[in-house]
């Protein structure tokens, strides 16, 4: 598990929020909540596996969510943030996207730099008959910069073509805008090394 950061379509304030109250709210025993002061972040903590998992809450326009969680530990604090939104009466759809969020997380780390680099060279594999064929280096230098921009990404597609996206994400999150996170969170400055080598060997 890695700590990851999504913004959130939507804007959230928390009304003054005490100790107390949080005290006398019932959650999970293996969940409890922290307040950053600084930031008014709520922290909801799950300590129930043997590595603590998380899900931050931080206000503001835009506002983000901070996930460090696995499968077992979601329930719980989905559980507890539900408990939060009608407490504090936020908008309800709050919570489903979240789950949504989380959702994403989970495939992120599913997903290794090793099914990067497979799609990576499947897409190369198709491509190298051309790239031999290109006798002229300008040509080359000015194909192989465009690929290791391109291959990242249609190696993202593809890889979102191939897995089953959950609806409730689908609800939240475009194809484009998965692309785009899974960009963001893959490897890609490494995938693009493993492109220059692999047409490198192909051209020497």
């Known amino acids: 598990m890695i700590k990851r950061a999504f913004k959130l379509k939507r804007a959230i304030t928390f009304p003054p929020i005490s100790i107390n109250i949080l005290e006398n709210m019932k959650l999970n025993d293996d969940v409890y909540i922290v307040i950053d002061e600084e930031t008014e972040a709520l922290q909801i903590l799950y300590h129930g596996g ?24 979601k329930k719980n604090l989905l559980d507890a943030i539900s408990k939060l939104v009608q407490y504090f009466k936020l908008d309800k759809t709050l919570i489903e996207e979240i789950e949504a969020i989380s959702e994403i997380y989970l495939l992120l ?21 051309l790239i031999r064929e290109i006798k002229d280096r300008d040509v080359l230098e000015e194909i192989i910069s465009a ?31 998965l692309i785009r996170i899974f960009m963001e969170e893959l490897p890609t400055k490494e995938i693009e090394s493993y492109i220059w080598r692999f047409i490198k060997k192909l051209i020497e």
């Not at 998992?53 to 460090?68: M, Q, R, S, T, W």
């Open 109 to 129: 780390d599913e997903l290794t730099k090793k099914s990067m680099k497979n799609k990576a060279k499947e897409i190369l594999d198709n491509i190298s008959p």
């Open 147 to 177: 690929l290791k921009i391109a291959i990242p990404r249609i190696a993202a597609r593809k890889i979102i073509n191939d897995i089953e996206i959950p609806e409730r994400v689908m609800m939240y999150f475009s194809r484009e805008e």
């Open 50 to 73: 043997g590595e603590k998992e998380y899900i931050i809450l931080v206000p503001g326009d835009p506002a983000f969510v901070v996930l460090k969680l696995s499968k077992n530990g």
